[in-house]
């Protein structure tokens, strides 16, 4: 999957008495190119309204970007969702699955879990309908549930559980791609485990490549092979997991790295603390977005919009003044 | 036992729902010293906040105190009557909750939210109820608190909603503070802001503090000692370091494995098998016998006995002179 110059931006209206007028745009997602290779966890991190999610709803379509184009396999799929065919979206919309935030909404409560996994059956129509038990209930058992779980709703069930119940929904069209956002995030942490091995378990047995979406750097460096982080609709870096949590280059990586706490009592974390908050997205910063609560800020960074390019083999950051050395809390 | 502010014995809090009796803080023990933070750690639903809020006596309805004693500087929390309570609320203990953006009520103004808890226990004028509010609010590092007290709370930032939280807490000068997840509604920068903030103030004031998480983390990072929670009981207390280095209780050792951490890549993370149980019909014996790796007949059949085991420690387990439990911090 390959993507050049996505951007999104939302309308924000003044409602006059007749006339909505317009104020400005919030630029959720602002000229963002990356490319996702086969068969990897590609990992999304940043704050919440860096623009994550509405970036992976654009990846699959489910919000319409501004601009920009987006390949998978080579085809163009904006054009696809555009101008295509119903067969031929529906064929696309099979490859390419997403998985919410919240098991606790995205589930509807009055469909039982054999309904519900058997809607994209229902809508695809690309297995035979003699076959939809069987392949119901071999997804039930794929993800860890039983087969008696079928006839239950989702009242019924954990919200472990229930993350099991989305993931063995998506995987019912045979996908290629799975983008997951935040798939733990609403869980508890002894139940956080089960679900990430179960990703990782199904990605090694089907070949599944990921879009994993997080605010927690430390689920990240679990399962993902690569990482990108966004700062207000940005991408400000991108590396190999390794590389990244080794050697991050950007301030805002190093800093976001050092605010996590470590379940360490001895360890002693020289943790930067970034003053202010995240800026609103519809007046973005001028230049580097990231320049007011940078600690690193040179005269440029307000005047030039620092470019990704590649610093070392593999490893992009948008950044004039980079993090000097190894110095972090990893 | 060295100044203890806070001591709660033995607490039992049930809810008495159509379903049945859910037991949702059933014999908890803690204690808090002064000038040090307490860390209640556990799940969603092992009774941290039920705990909290027994301590207030804000238990919401059909929650009911049923047995216990809560001793807060050699008074019994349980036995005062409503008014004597409604002086210690907000005076002498202080509540920050999980919440800012709907704990803060939307139609008054920061000045105004701050000002009433001043006035309410303290007989001065409002004018100079608003000229302190301002005081906390500089005093929890907001700046321009001279703008900020005539906002709304919708004008402002989840972060800086907690630390206005925070400076409501502190208004009255509170022996102890309980503070209920206070950063997990904010971003990891945010939450760094505001953990840096609550150490300051906690070293600055001399505060006890009860700070309730679910994550280790936090703990390791703010915490002096630990009291870790398992569906309505206590597993184990102890300092920061023994308890972290040295887990006593299965599901200390579980919690600290199963967690990814920054510091320590694994490759597969070990998994507590199963969910929480259901606090209706809790299980047998040990509650956490389910899903426990070292389980044997005995923790099935009976429950155990909540033990001191010297250094000011205690555990609620029947193996923990047998087992070897392994930090993945010692090594």
Redesign the interface.
């Known amino acids: 999957m390959e993507i050049k110059d996505l951007t999104k931006h939302f309308p924000v209206y003044e409602r006059g008495i007749i006339l909505k007028r317009r104020l400005g745009d919030v630029h959720a997602v602002d000229q963002v190119s990356f490319d996702i290779q086969e068969g990897e966890t590609f990992g999304l991190v940043g704050?919440?309204g860096c623009g994550k999610t509405t970036l992976a709803r654009c990846l699959l379509y489910l919000e319409i970007p501004t601009s920009g184009s987006i390949f998978f396999n080579g085809k163009n799929i904006t054009q696809i969702f555009k101008r295509g065919n119903r067969s031929q979206v529906l064929a696309l919309r099979r490859q390419m699955q997403y998985i919410f935030q919240n098991p606790y909404s995205s589930l509807d409560p009055r469909m039982t879990v054999a309904d519900i996994i058997m809607e994209p059956f229902e809508v695809h129509r690309h297995i035979p309908h003699a076959q939809w038990l069987d392949r119901m209930y071999e997804l039930l058992r794929m993800v860890g549930l039983e087969d008696y779980h079928a006839e239950r709703y989702p009242h019924e069930f954990?919200g472990?559980?229930r993350q099991r119940i989305c993931i063995a929904r998506a995987l019912a069209v045979d996908p290629k791609f799975i983008a997951a956002d935040e798939p733990v995030a609403s869980l508890?942490?002894?139940?956080?485990?089960?679900i990430?091995?179960l990703l990782?378990d199904l990605q090694q047995k089907l070949g599944l490549t990921y879009l994993y979406i997080s605010?927690d750097?430390?689920?990240v460096?679990?399962i993902c092979h690569r990482v990108a982080v966004m700062y207000l609709g940005k991408i400000v870096e991108l590396a190999d997991t390794e590389e990244l949590?080794e050697h991050p280059l950007h301030p805002y990586t190093v800093?976001?790295?050092?605010?996590?706490?470590?379940?360490?009592?001895?360890?002693k974390?020289h943790?930067i603390?970034?003053p202010g908050?995240?800026p609103s997205a519809i007046n973005p910063p001028p230049a580097c977005r990231f320049h007011p609560r940078c600690p690193r800020r040179i005269d440029i960074c307000s005047k030039v919009e620092p470019p990704l390019i590649e610093v070392r083999p593999g490893h992009w950051l948008a950044c004039y003044n980079p993090w000097p050395s190894k110095q972090v809390?990893? | 036992m060295p100044d203890s502010v806070l001591r709660v014995e033995n607490l039992r809090t049930y809810f008495f729902t159509y379903a049945g009796i859910v037991k949702a803080v059933d014999g908890i023990s803690l204690d808090v010293n002064k000038g040090e933070t307490l860390g209640v750690v556990g799940e969603s639903g092992s009774g941290k906040t039920v705990t909290a809020q027994s301590i207030l006596r804000i238990v919401p309805s059909p929650g009911r105190i049923v047995d216990g004693t809560i001793e807060f500087e050699g008074k019994n929390l349980l036995k005062l009557s409503e008014q004597q309570m409604q002086r210690i609320r907000g005076k002498e203990i202080a509540y920050v909750f999980q919440d800012p953006t709907t704990t803060l009520d939307p139609v008054y103004k920061v000045g105004d939210q701050l000002s009433e808890v001043i006035m309410r226990h303290h007989n001065i004028s409002k004018k100079d109820a608003l000229a302190k509010a301002t005081d906390l609010l500089r005093n929890v590092e907001i700046p321009d608190p001279e703008i900020r007290i005539n906002q709304y709370p919708h004008e402002l930032s989840g972060g800086t909603k907690q630390r206005i939280a925070i400076a409501r807490a502190l208004s009255c000068d509170p022996t102890l503070i309980l503070a209920d997840e206070p950063t997990t509604a904010l971003d990891v920068t945010i939450q760094a802001q505001i953990l840096d903030l609550l150490k300051e103030l906690k070293n600055r004031l001399n505060l006890s503090m009860v700070l309730i998480t679910h994550d280790m983390g936090i703990v390791a990072d703010v915490c002096d000692r630990v009291t870790v929670l398992y569906a309505g009981q206590v597993c184990e207390t102890g300092t920061v370091e023994q308890v972290f280095e040295e887990p006593k209780h299965p599901y200390t050792e579980a919690l600290l494995t199963s967690v990814p951490s920054l510091a320590l890549r694994k490759e597969k993370l070990s998994v507590i098998p199963g969910n929480v149980p259901n606090l209706i019909q809790p299980p047998s014996g040990c509650r956490f016998h389910p899903r426990c790796a070292y389980a044997q007949q005995i923790c099935i059949d009976k429950v155990p006995e909540f033990e001191p085991i010297g250094d000011g420690r205690w555990v609620h387990c029947h193996r923990w002179k047998e087992l070897d439990l392994k930090s993945p911090v010692a090594s």
């Not at chain 1, 800093?255 to 360890?267: E, Q, R, T, Y």
């Open positions: 704050e919440s954990s472990g559980q508890d942490v002894s139940v956080r485990a089960q990430l091995n990782r605010h750097l430390s689920t460096r679990h949590f800093a976001l790295m050092s605010a996590i706490p470590i379940p360490d009592p001895k360890h974390t943790r603390i970034l908050e995240v809390a990893s």
